[in-house]
């Protein structure tokens, strides 16, 4: 299951869950599938942009709307 996902699936499991416990262990999954989905993120963008010239990374920025 991709993070996105699966931070979902845990937000609508946490709306019926009132034990502490279960909802501490449900805040740590969502944790480690949140940082997770950044990494993925992170490692997308390395690929993608490592060739780019410094010309090349500034004009995909300025279109993205990024400084």
Aim: glycine content about 8%; overall charge negative.
């Amino acid at each position: 299951m991709n993070p996105t996902a699966l931070l979902l699936e845990l937000a609508a499991q946490a709306q019926r869950v009132s034990d502490p416990d279960t909802l501490h262990d449900l805040l740590s999954r969502g944790h480690r599938a949140w940082c997770g989905g950044v990494a993925d993120v992170h490692a997308s963008v390395d690929r993608e942009t490592a060739s780019l010239s410094g010309a090349q990374l500034a004009e995909r920025c300025t279109a993205a709307g990024a400084p």
